[in-house]
């Protein structure tokens, strides 16, 4: 895209400027098929990926897969936590599939200890019908891309994110109430009777 209103670069110079580290949630490593790439638009999504010419990092789908977290914030979080009623509604209670917030928590707080990378080169490439592949080898954008592992187990990746999710929920919406972040919550989010909002039965 060519300069505008909004910054005299173009567009690839303003992401080369602006953007040190593109994180996508999306894909399977070292080869698979995932909705993030195929489910709306995966020509797009393709031409994205294929055509990025700085840094990357994948995490799969395999990855979160087994991570399930959102009980104990919908359990023990506040009245009205936005994320708390997300899992409520759209999980219709039960405890999700953690893609999307681990490739947040990589996001915010890096590898860490929670993960390591997978590869050592290659990099991503995503066909047209947002089937992608690792490919191996030194040349291409090798060195600038890379998919996430796992460096701990699911049930403490799960744990992790799961206080995260309470801690920030009582300190923003809660006010700062420690005592309820620490189990004493409040029992009127529990279970699904704040789905009634969104027209779901109530258990």
């Given at each position: 895209?060519?300069?505008?209103s909004?910054?005299?670069?173009?567009g690839?110079?303003?992401?080369?400027?602006?953007?040190?580290?593109?994180?996508?949630?999306?894909?399977?490593?070292?080869?698979?098929?995932?909705?993030?790439?195929?489910?709306?638009?995966?020509r797009?999504a393709?031409?994205?990926?294929?055509?990025?010419?700085?840094?990357?990092?994948?995490?799969?789908n395999?990855?979160?897969?087994?991570v399930?977290?959102?009980?104990?914030?919908?359990?023990?979080?506040?009245?009205?936590?936005?994320v708390?009623?997300?899992?409520?509604?759209?999980?219709?209670?039960?405890?999700?599939p953690?893609?999307?917030?681990?490739?947040?928590?990589?996001?915010?707080?890096?590898?860490?200890?929670?993960?390591?990378?997978?590869?050592?080169?290659?990099?991503?490439?995503v066909?047209?019908?947002?089937?992608?592949?690792?490919?191996?080898?030194?040349?291409?954008?090798?060195?600038?891309?890379?998919?996430?592992r796992l460096a701990?187990?699911?049930?403490t990746?799960?744990?992790?994110?799961?206080?995260?999710?309470l801690?920030?929920?009582?300190e923003?919406?809660?006010?700062?109430?420690?005592g309820?972040?620490a189990?004493?919550?409040?029992?009127?989010?529990?279970?699904?009777?704040?789905?009634?909002?969104?027209?779901?039965?109530?258990?």
């Amino acid at each position: 895209s060519p300069a505008d209103s909004y910054s005299p670069l173009p567009g690839r110079a303003l992401i080369a400027a602006k953007v040190s580290e593109l994180v996508v949630m999306g894909g399977g490593y070292p080869s698979g098929r995932s909705w993030n790439f195929f489910g709306s638009d995966p020509r797009r999504a393709a031409h994205v990926i294929n055509t990025w010419d700085g840094r990357a990092v994948f995490l799969g789908n395999d990855v979160g897969k087994h991570v399930l977290t959102g009980g104990p914030l919908m359990a023990r979080g506040p009245r009205g936590d936005p994320v708390g009623n997300a899992y409520r509604w759209y999980g219709y209670g039960t405890a999700r599939p953690s893609w999307d917030p681990l490739a947040v928590w990589y996001a915010v707080y890096g590898l860490g200890e929670v993960f390591v990378m997978g590869n050592k080169g290659g990099w991503n490439f995503v066909e047209e019908d947002g089937r992608n592949r690792w490919v191996e080898g030194e040349e291409g954008r090798s060195g600038r891309q890379f998919f996430l592992r796992l460096a701990v187990g699911n049930e403490t990746a799960a744990e992790l994110v799961d206080d995260a999710f309470l801690k920030g929920a009582w300190e923003v919406v809660g006010g700062g109430q420690g005592g309820k972040e620490a189990g004493k919550g409040d029992t009127e989010t529990t279970g699904i009777s704040a789905c009634r909002a969104c027209g779901h039965e109530e258990l």
